[in-house]
């Protein structure tokens, strides 16, 4: 493949910012670090955006400008990236408003899942039955602290006790399980099923983030407006180039804010669990 002068620095300055973001580590679960710290996603994007926007009209006064011909064909050119720009960044705030809304909804699940097991532990013997109550509530008090907390060591600490809960509730409706094989109890174990579904339906949902293709592509094009845009201009008007890197970088910052489970001010908060865990302790 051969790269023009300004189609290899954008290449050049698509794979600078992917390395920064830390795309290299593909099967990371949670690969895109940077997206988690929305500010700084504006920050970078607009610097980036804008060297881009200068570089072009460097290209322009220093090699060739553009002639009075030549500028409707330009102008196609011009239209035809931004609307495509415009296109993926319309698809990528639809795919984090979706994942968004998904985490909400497993959210509400693991609420439902949690409250319906703790009524059906009145179908399994008196003793195991006290025991299950007691190991949901603690069970319910880790799954709202997932979604609360931010710090990584607290977070390795939280699902390290929630793998441990997980393994006590399940024990502890086994042996009722075993000594009666009924209809009844197998109500009660299927709960169980579902209350530990659920928090890994969970966690997948908050992997579940934007694609790195995605934001490549998106990088790459928004590298390539504004290219065109300092190359296309008459003459340089700070004015004219700082609008569209100040409007992508917003829109960048937008998406990584509701794509972010943990590091955006727009987050899901536990409502339900909280709510499920007031309602539960008096009882």
Not at 11 to 21: E, Q, R
Not at 66 to 81: I, N, Q, W, Y
């Amino acid at each position: 493949m051969v790269l023009t002068s300004g189609t290899e620095g954008t290449f050049k300055m698509s794979l600078w910012l992917g390395n920064t973001l830390g795309w290299a580590s593909l099967n990371d679960p949670e690969p895109v670090a940077l997206m988690n710290f929305p500010v700084l996603v504006f920050v970078l994007s607009f610097v980036v955006l804008l060297l881009a926007a200068v570089i072009g009209d460097t290209l322009r006064s220093e090699l060739r400008a553009l002639k009075d011909e030549e500028r409707d064909d330009f102008g196609v050119v011009l239209s035809a990236t931004l609307t495509l720009l415009g296109l993926l960044i319309g698809f990528s705030f639809s795919m984090a408003i979706s994942r968004y809304d998904q985490r909400k909804n497993y959210e509400e699940a693991e609420a439902n899942a949690i409250g319906t097991e703790y009524a059906r532990a009145d179908l399994l013997p008196a003793g195991d039955a006290a025991r299950v109550r007691q190991l949901l509530r603690e069970y319910l008090d880790e799954r709202v602290l997932f979604y609360t907390i931010r710090d990584k060591g607290q977070l390795a600490k939280i699902d390290t006790e929630t793998i441990e809960l997980q393994n006590e509730l399940w024990a502890a409706v086994r042996p009722a399980a075993e000594a009666h094989p009924t209809q009844v109890v197998a109500l009660a174990v299927s709960g169980m099923n579902d209350v530990l579904n659920s928090q890994g339906y969970t966690q997948a949902a908050w992997w579940n983030r934007i694609p790195i293709a995605a934001w490549g592509l998106m990088t790459a094009i928004a590298v390539s407006c504004n290219l065109l845009i300092g190359y296309g201009a008459h003459g340089r008007d700070w004015r004219t180039l700082l609008i569209v890197p100040v409007v992508v970088s917003i829109a960048f910052f937008l998406i990584s804010d509701i794509d972010s489970p943990r590091g955006g001010a727009i987050r899901v908060a536990p409502h339900n669990l909280i709510s499920l865990s007031q309602s539960l302790r008096p009882q």
